[in-house]
């Protein structure tokens, strides 16, 4: 941190002195230098006295306000690095969007334009996130070549780094988000880690920008509770089914939901897309709000929903209106979506999910895992949208494919082996890792018949909690090294799904440690290695 005295801090040190040489002055004016005696009075000593210790404390509070803050800290208190590159401005507008989304989870945040960064601002950041878009046929934007002639060619090491690119283009041009991914490719080869995989827009893809805010949401550390920045349009899905899997855990609860799609349109979806939800309030909840502010919940409103309807589905404001139902209606904000890996094929006839109740921290249910699991009665309607997710679609039949995930990540996992039997693929190894083995192998009878019948050719399932020799996923991938070189070799892809904060690092850092770094990128060029992680 530099000790050179700021513009603003010389300015205050010269008025300081300026005002003691007039204080010096009219002292010698009442000691009678100039024959001029007046007699000072006790009060006007106090308050001279006081005028110059306020003023010394607001400059004090200036200063404390604007001094450099040292970035080195703990690295837990660090801000997210948020850097965007940008050729018409939409770059730029995400990444303010980005970093208040951020800073609504709680998260400090340093917003930086490319042409920016520097290698001291790299080393000095635990986290970063690149907006990054792409002009003409595959360019970077105007003021990012600065970053490229000066900073790309160097070779600063970026292990300690964790990122996340958001890039931007067109797909009617050949290079489809072109400088995202070398911006990508540039970060991977100087040792930094992908968060999850680069998040790919399509001419302004509302979809894919819904998923980009998701996961900032859980970068944060928690599920972000703002609006959409682009609503969902969802459909009528209706719930068919409601299991949970893991009586007597020690973990929260497991749901499995079976979901039928709407009568009218043609629902489709292959392993590895998502669902989005669209969460209610439960009715009570709306109840009891209507009748706290005195608003009827039967009015209809001009879309032809009633106002019970609306609340329902938006944040319940805490300002009052005053019976004012018109300017309730313009300032209420809808609940954002919810993500969800879609848990069985196109074959199976339902949709599937599973998903855990999540708990906020004042105790009550989460806005969608509690509208999933505690409320939408069987047969109801669920909010329902489908989001292609072409970053972990399957492989080919003939390619061996290794499945790794714990917890709800079992749902990605399951889709793509139901694909994979009804195509007849039999190489496929699955590495799942949950509590107890008593009570949370989720779908044990359906895996050990893939097993037993060939359709499965390895299961490994750990549990942190029965006191085995390995209690996590990446220590059993770790003891099967020689297994895990055998199958790549052998042309194998690996998928994960599962926890962003801990399961997907560990594993990620345990294919590098065992294939190399330059292994693992070869996969990763080669789309061999893809991550659906939150």
Not at 33 to 62: F, H
Not at 476 to 501: F, N, T
Request: hydrophobic fraction near 45%.
């Amino acid at each position: 941190m530099s000790l050179r005295p700021s513009p603003a801090a010389l300015g205050n040190l010269l008025v300081l002195l300026g005002l003691a040489l007039v204080a010096w002055l009219l002292l010698r004016l009442q000691l009678g230098d100039s024959g001029w005696e007046v007699a000072a009075r006790g009060r006007d000593w106090q308050i001279a006295a006081a005028s110059v210790l306020g003023y010394a404390a607001l400059c004090t509070c200036i200063w404390w306000r604007a001094r450099p803050r040292d970035e080195q800290g703990d690295p837990a208190q660090r801000p997210i690095l948020v850097v965007w590159a940008s050729q018409t401005g939409f770059a730029l507008q995400l990444a303010e969007r980005s970093a208040d989304a951020l800073r609504n989870a709680g998260v400090a945040v340093r917003l930086r334009s490319i042409e920016q960064l520097d290698a001291a601002t790299l080393a000095g950041s635990e986290r970063a996130v690149f907006i990054a878009s792409t002009t003409g046929e595959g360019d970077p934007p105007d003021h990012a070549l600065p970053f490229l002639r000066r900073l790309m060619p160097a070779t600063p090491s970026l292990a300690h780094l964790r990122y996340a690119v958001l890039a931007l283009g067109d797909r009617s041009y050949d290079h489809f988000c072109a400088f995202g991914q070398q911006l990508d490719g540039w970060l991977r080869q100087h040792g930094a880690h992908a968060l999850f995989d680069t998040v790919q827009v399509d001419n302004a893809d509302p979809a894919s920008l819904r998923h980009w805010q998701q996961l900032l949401g859980q970068l944060g550390g928690q599920a972000s509770e703002q609006p959409d920045w682009s609503p969902a349009d969802y459909q009528a899905w209706t719930l068919r089914q409601r299991t949970q899997l893991n009586r007597g855990s020690v973990g929260g609860p497991v749901h499995w939901l079976r979901l039928l799609p709407p009568a009218e349109g043609d629902a489709r979806w292959q392993a590895g897309d998502i669902a989005e939800i669209g969460p209610r309030h439960a009715p009570e909840t709306v109840d009891a709000w209507l009748a706290t502010h005195g608003f009827d919940g039967t009015a209809l409103l001009g879309d032809g929903q009633t106002l019970h309807q609306r609340l329902s589905r938006s944040h319940l404001p805490e300002t009052e209106f005053e019976g004012d139902r018109d300017a309730l209606v313009g300032a209420l904000q809808p609940l954002p979506h919810r993500e969800y890996s879609i848990a069985s094929a196109m074959h199976d006839g339902t949709l599937d999910l599973v998903l855990r109740r999540q708990l906020r921290a004042d105790g009550t249910p989460g806005i969608g895992s509690g509208w999933l699991c505690d409320v939408v009665p069987v047969g109801a309607i669920v909010d329902l949208r489908l989001r292609r997710n072409p970053g972990f679609h399957g492989v080919a039949v003939a390619v061996p494919l290794i499945l790794i995930g714990n917890g709800t990540g079992i749902a990605g996992l399951r889709a793509h082996l139901h694909e994979r039997v009804a195509a007849g693929a039999h190489r496929n190894w699955l590495l799942f890792g949950e509590r107890n083995a008593a009570h949370d192998f989720h779908f044990a009878d359906e895996l050990q018949a893939m097993r037993q019948q060939g359709t499965l050719e390895r299961l490994d399932a750990v549990f942190s909690r029965d006191g085995g020799e390995h209690r996590y996923v990446q220590h059993r991938l770790q003891a099967e090294a020689m297994q895990l070189r055998s199958w790549v070799d052998a042309g194998a892809a690996i998928l994960v799904c599962g926890s962003l904060q801990g399961m997907a690092p560990a594993v990620d850092a345990v294919l590098e440690q065992v294939l190399g770094a330059d292994g693992k990128e070869a996969l990763l060029l080669a789309g061999r290695y893809r991550r659906d992680v939150y």
